[in-house]
């Protein structure tokens, strides 16, 4: 590709993605600012595998490497906008996938801390934040289901994989008033988003969000 066809591409790109938080984020009423400047900063297509970037700005998940999702804008958008974070926050991802909702919150937060149990998916998702830039974010290859004790305790934590209950784990590195939010139900493709707060070091207040279908979360604590 000539330099003139990747600016007007980057161009046409920056166009869909403004369109994109328009109508599918703001448009279904996600409101707050730092979700929606960091989605309107973050270049999907670059997460997006070649054969679908086309359709990087679309309403839905798409395919990534190992078998895996990344998952819907509007969803990751939801999920975060759940945590209510702060920028001096530390949060954990479990499931980086392609690096996009870990890109996403390194605009956000301070620190981004992130596993990923498919090897092929760590090293697509290291290289495209470095290519990008974004230098406070941390991949891990490992069974996210037992957290990333080390960087803990987190203001927010994020599973991108849908499991049969929260992990205990994850549930003891979250921080006093930290939200972790997962997608949790009995089947491995359909699951409701449960937040959780810490209220104090032995209580967890529950909330049932909405209906969403994720890939399974598998490890120890997950099927
Ligand atoms: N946040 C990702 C979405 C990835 S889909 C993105 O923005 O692209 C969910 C991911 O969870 C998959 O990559 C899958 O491999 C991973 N996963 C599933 N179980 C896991 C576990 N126990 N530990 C770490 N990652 C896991």
Redesign the pocket.
Known sequence: MSQTEEASDAAEYARQREQMVKQQIQGRGITDPAVLAAMRTVPREA?VPSPYRQLAYDDSPLP?P?N????QPYI?GYMIAALALRPGDRVL??????????ALLSRIVREVYA????LE?VDYARERLARLGYDNVWIRH????QGWPEHAPYGGIIV??GGPAVPEPLKDQLAIGGRLIMPVGHSRHQQTLVRITRTDETTYRDERLVGVA??????DE?W
């Not at 895996?68 to 998952?71: A, E, R, V």
């Not at 991802?93 to 870990?102: D, F, K, L, T």
């Not at 490992?142 to 289901?145: L, W």
Request: hydrophobic residues 45%; proline residues 3%.
């Open positions: 997460f990534i190992a895996q999702t990344i998952s990751v991802e479990i499931g980086a996938g392609s690096g996009y909702a870990a596993v990923e149990r498919h998916l490992g069974d996210g289901t991108a994989a994720f890939v399974p979360l598998i490890g997950g």
